[in-house]
């Protein structure tokens, strides 16, 4: 009969993941804008809007309207505000997993995301061989900043990887924003660190222990940079106006310029 650390070890779950330091991050302050609300990052006292800010001020959002009319205002904001509780709870965990350190949360919501931790352990990190760093601050100069879960060495690759709880399984053409999420930290890895990130990596489970995986590589993920840009571009359009908008005019048609250029010779 196997003991409960044979057991642990079979699964993945308690095993160490190694710690590289060939990244040396840059650290800033996540701050909410007072003027609009939104998340924004404070790197080197120069404030730049979040990678989720941008995607959610241009994303349709006809779907989540739709949706809200159908399970009515109340139960919307009540399933947005336990998912969201439930998904940090989540990456709580996974956090102090790959971080080698204990973590104990015995409330309801604890006890809902500890089971989606340890089978996004078990499945999804079981190939990582190293990790650069976990929630790290990453930033494009003057367009955007954000935080990524997760950038390590997954499969002989270097990594962009991304933790979502959902409360069903995910069809493809529901997680564009995911994918772009992905895309634009690769893209502020390289600029500032230098890097070649080869692959982003989306983990996704539910409360029902069912695990999915998203992978984008190659010309996909060059694609996905693309698109992205585009977005970003759509979200200076929509901020020209404001005194809080922090980026020229006339600065991204040089930067897709200059991304394209750099891309072909990949």
């Known amino acids: ?3 409960d650390k044979d057991i642990l070890e079979y699964e993945n779950i308690g095993r160490k993941i190694k ?5 040396n991050y840059i650290r800033g302050k996540q701050l ?3 003027g609009s609300g939104t998340r924004v990052y404070d790197i080197d006292n120069y404030r730049l809007p979040s990678v989720t800010t941008i995607l959610g001020a241009t994303k349709n959002k006809l779907f989540l309207k739709k949706w809200k009319e159908k399970v009515g205002e109340a139960e919307a904001e009540r399933i947005k505000n336990h998912s969201s509780s439930r998904g940090t709870c989540m990456h709580k965990f996974l956090e102090h997993y790959i971080l080698g350190t204990g973590c104990v949360d015995l409330t309801s919501i604890g006890q809902e995301a500890r089971p989606m931790a340890d089978k996004i352990i078990e499945i999804g990190l079981a190939p990582v061989e190293e990790w650069y760093g ?20 997954h499969n002989g690759k270097e990594t962009i990887v991304d933790f979502k709880q959902a409360n069903r399984p995910k069809k493809e053409e529901w997680i564009e924003d995911y994918y772009l999420q992905i895309a634009m930290y690769a893209m502020a890895h390289d600029y500032v660190y230098g890097s070649k990130i080869e692959q982003g990596v989306i983990m996704v489970c539910t409360p029902d ?3 999915q995986e998203f992978k984008t590589e190659g010309a996909d993920l060059r694609a996905w940079k693309h698109k992205a840009l585009k977005r970003i571009n759509m979200y200076n359009e929509l901020m020209h106006d404001e005194k809080e908008n922090i980026i020229k005019q006339g600065d991204m048609p040089s930067l897709l310029a200059e991304f394209e250029k750099h891309a072909k010779k990949e």
């Open 32 to 34: 909410t804008d007072p």
């Open 19 to 23: 710690k590289s330091n060939k990244y």
């Open 1 to 3: 009969m196997m003991e």
């Open 134 to 153: 976990s929630e790290v601050m990453l930033h494009y100069p003057g367009l955007y900043a954000g935080s990524t879960d997760l950038v390590c060495l």
């Open 209 to 211: 222990l069912y695990y």
